[in-house]
């Protein structure tokens, strides 16, 4: 078990989600030339999208050297710009775009276990709320596990970096860097690794903080990144936009650059280099000791390699493994011998695959799978075994691989009950808002689970045993997209699908709760369905009885819920007894073309909130912006929701609704409402209600996207506590049909809102003030002008962020806004102007 655990913590780097992919000759010949490379560099930042791609392309693709990327968090408080998912989802969802950028670039990927909370002003924000010390130890977990001879900061230690992850990245980059080499710091983590001491540490100075640098700067290094790769036929600055434009999420799409690019690297720590990043580090095999020996080999493979028989050279490749095999234990070692037995599959052109009859199985479930083996190539093969140690499943075969025919067979499994479920192990476990919680501590810095089920290939090659892994996965043909796969997955018996995130009950009165079971056993099953409770809340009925006879069977029962009788917030669960064992996961698929298919199973649960809201009109438009679950939120106030096509937003159709509602950054992603703008505009001023959301001020699809001249900044407010002082408490939307008070702004999450207004014309009204501590009062998160008979509203409050938590206060606002064109009587608040003087800190244009 040792052995096992020693692979998987010092190569956390293996590309789980991806099948491995048949390199053709000019892919083989670079990575034979990257056999010659004993170099190593770890660039380091904060987020998905932070990194560099156009650095590690070259690094990796050019100058040849192990290069990864360790980013602290995987952007779980950003925006999502292709979905409506965001928090934990979002995480998932930028984890697999970052893999997928390094299947681009050639880089590997490691991550902590911070938690990406949403922007931080500083360092020291950061800091308290990720638990600093937590997340060094995982920093100085990778430095020792990955021992990097360079490390690469994308920001600068200092106020400059422009967010306080970015900060912190750096911050703790400088500080690990003595620190892992220390024996005394985290000495628990030298009972598996090392201590080790980077050779150097560069910032990856970006244009933006340092305008005037070039290459004439002192002490800078230059790299020219834009260099043409002959074997990859791109160069390495179109290969980096490829890279970059897997982060979709993030709209980060990049178009390929040619010919001359800099780079600049500003020295910071250890050995200061001379003119080039590996200055006085031995990156040949003499570094190792005997690697004079295997260098020989290496030039020689490189030498004999032929572009249309590659596997002339397993002969020599089996010479280097045996070379390499009798060096001292070290990361070298093991990372070159990983690449040389690559290369002799490569070369064989050998084809393994095991495809399980159903992409998800249960624990004691039987699983028939079906092996595939092909050896493309003339040199003669042997299969001597086929075993799986996480199956504890072994068998020894005599089974000659003659050229080009296919062996086929196939076995049943019984799935061990110790396997554990397949969701992402950072979510597998209730998390602080800074922090993942990670128990099984090997995986700390690994991008992903290890396949849930692998099969090791014993061949003899040669004279030489050869193993080769690979994941058991499940493959099926699209009509449209053809032959597709995704991993297979441990999961639970019984999935457990509630109806809504969120329950609003607005008085005593009752609501149905939907529950949808679905089977994923083939077994039979029979069971007992019940909710969990707040205290003060009852279901009827306690309890339903279900049963299953087959896989995906389906069924739906319903409770009805009867609220508190006081107003309270809380969480109903749903749970499946199954054979006196309990089951509380639902399930949740993440499906995008960019990336494989992602399954989570988080509690099925709901939150149930019991408020006194109150709301006016029956149907909202709702516009698409780049995705959010607000359209569900006014569902759940009760209203009727068109969410229109682009098409359907016309004047008789808008005469149809009672407010129109953005979705959040509508105005940069819909590129098709600079056509309807004004047709929304004109509905305002006819009497009705218009709200529009966050946008950014870059890239908007039209400029005239107000009545009344308004001017985006990137102001927010980042402390989801901080103070809100009410401007104008008479106004009617601050008071129909709900009373908004300093109350309803607690209980807030992440964040109070973002990029709102700096200036606006007198005819808006700034409702709110905010903001963080140690700042300027922040005037223009919400923002209401009466326009002709009726209203436009410009909000960067983060309603798409409170709705979904079930946010009391976040609820009664919004129907107050969407609300405002049917009070029945204007108030005298409404009919005059406001005669106080405006707030110190309001620009008005």
């Known amino acids: 078990m040792r052995k096992v655990f020693l692979f998987f913590l010092l190569t956390p780097i293996i ?52 290069t990864a990327y360790l980013s602290l968090t995987r952007g779980d408080g950003g925006q999502n710009l292709i979905g409506p998912e965001i928090r934990d989802l979002l995480g998932v969802i930028r984890t697999q775009e970052l893999l997928a950028a390094r299947r681009v670039d050639g880089g590997l990927q490691f991550f902590t276990r911070a938690n990406d909370f949403g922007f931080s002003k500083s360092p020291n924000e950061a800091f308290s709320i990720w638990g600093k010390q937590e997340v060094f130890s995982d920093v100085i977990k990778v430095f020792r596990q990955y021992q990097p001879d360079v490390i690469i900061t994308r920001f600068p230690p200092d106020e400059r970096a422009g967010h306080g992850h970015h900060t912190a990245s750096a911050i703790l980059a400088n500080e690990a860097f003595d620190a892992s080499a220390d024996p005394n710091v985290y000495p628990e983590q030298l009972k598996e690794l090392k201590a080790w001491q980077p050779k150097r540490l560069y910032t990856n100075t970006g244009r933006w903080w340092n305008k005037d640098i070039d290459e004439k700067s002192p002490g800078v290094l230059t790299l020219d990144v834009g260099g043409y790769n002959q074997l990859l036929g791109k160069s390495y600055t179109e290969i980096a936009a490829l890279s970059s434009s897997q982060h979709r999420s993030q709209g980060w799409g990049t178009r390929g650059v040619r010919g001359y690019f800099p780079e600049f690297l500003e020295y910071m720590k250890g050995e200061r280099a001379q003119k080039d ?28 390699f032929q572009v249309e028989n590659p596997s002339a050279i397993v002969p020599t490749l089996l010479l280097l493994r045996k070379a390499i095999n009798s060096l001292e234990e070290g990361i070298w ?53 086929v075993r799986s140690a996480s199956l504890k499943w072994d068998t020894t075969c005599l089974q ?36 993942f919680n990670v128990h099984n501590k090997a995986y700390i810095g690994l991008p992903e689970n290890p396949p849930a089920i692998s099969y090791t290939f014993t061949f003899e090659v040669g004279e030489e045993l050869v193993d080769f892994e690979v994941p058991l996965i499940y493959k099926w043909t699209d009509h449209v997209k053809g032959e597709m796969w995704r991993a297979l997955e441990i ?87 199954i054979d006196g064992k309990e089951y509380n ?23 149930v909130v019991k408020i006194g809201l109150k709301k006016e009109g029956k149907t909202i438009a709702y516009i698409k912006g780049a995705g959010d679950e607000v359209p569900n939120a006014l569902r759940n106030m009760g209203y009727d929701v068109w969410e229109m096509k682009n098409e359907e937003v016309t004047p008789d159709n808008l005469k149809r609704v009672d407010a129109v509602v953005l979705g959040v950054r509508a105005l940069n992603t819909n590129d098709r409402i600079r056509y309807f703008m004004n047709d929304l505009l004109a509905y305002a001023k006819e009497g009705g209600t218009v709200v529009v959301q966050y946008n950014t001020s870059n890239e908007l699809w039209v400029e005239n996207f107000s009545p009344f001249q308004i001017k985006l900044s990137r102001d927010r407010v980042t402390e989801e506590d ?124």
């Not at 995008?592 to 509690?603: A, S």
């Open 15 to 66: 590309v789980y989600s991806q099948t491995y992919q048949q390199p053709d000759a000019a892919q083989i010949k670079l990575r034979l030339k990257k056999l010659n490379f004993l170099g190593s560099v770890l660039y380091m930042a904060a987020h998905p999208d932070d990194e560099n791609t156009k650095v590690i392309t070259y690094l990796s693709n050019d100058r040849l050297a192990t």
């Open 277 to 304: 990043v590996f200055d006085g580090i031995n990156t040949t095999w003499t570094r190792l000791k005997g690697g004079d020996k295997v260098q020989v080999l290496v030039d020689r493979v490189i030498k004999e």
């Open 333 to 385: 070692k093991q990372r070159k011998l990983k690449e040389a037995e690559q290369l002799i599959k490569d070369c064989l052109g050998l084809y393994l695959e095991v495809t399980s009859s159903h992409y998800q199985t249960t624990q004691g479930e039987e699983l028939k799978n079906s092996f595939e083996l092909v050896n493309r190539s003339s040199f003669p093969l042997t299969l001597k075994n």
């Open 400 to 435: 000659e691989l003659k050229t080009n025919n296919k062996i086929q067979f196939r076995s049943k499994i019984i799935t061990p009950e110790a396997l554990p479920y397949s969701d992402p192990y950072w979510l597998q476990n209730p998390h602080t808002l800074g922090l």
């Open 491 to 577: 999961v639970p018996p019984v999935f457990i699908n509630t109806q809504d995130k969120v329950l609003i009950f607005s008085d005593d009165s009752p609501k149905q709760y939907r529950v949808v079971l679905k089977s994923s056993s083939s077994k039979k099953l029979e069971g007992t369905l019940k909710l969990k409770l707040p205290e003060g809340w009852r279901a009827e009925p306690s309890a339903h009885t279900f049963s299953f006879t087959r896989r995906d069977d389906e069924l739906i029962r319903t409770f009805t819920i009867y609220p508190s009788v006081a107003e309270s917030k809380g969480v109903l669960e749903a749970i499946a007894v």
């Open 585 to 607: 996961k639902s399930i949740q698929l993440i499906q995008y073309d960019h990336i494989p298919v992602q399954t989570i199973l988080p509690i099925a649960q709901t939150n």
């Open 722 to 845: 901080a103070e809100v002082r009410i401007l104008k408490p008479d106004h009617v939307a601050l008071n129909y049909p709900n009373k908004i008070t300093a109350k309803d702004f607690e209980g807030w999450v992440q964040e109070r809102g973002l990029y709102f207004p700096s200036q606006w014309d007198a005819n808006f009204e700034a409702l709110l003030s905010m903001n963080d501590k140690r700042e300027t009062p922040k005037d223009g998160s919400l923002l209401v002008a009466k326009y002709g008979n009726g209203y436009y509203v410009y909000t960067g409050l983060s309603f798409f962020r409170e709705l979904p938590e079930g946010v009391s206060g976040a609820y009664k606002l919004f129907a107050n806004l969407v609300s405002l064109g049917k009070q029945p009587v204007k108030t005298e608040a409404t009919k005059e102007k406001s005669k106080e003087k405006p707030n110190a800190s309001k620009k008005r244009l």
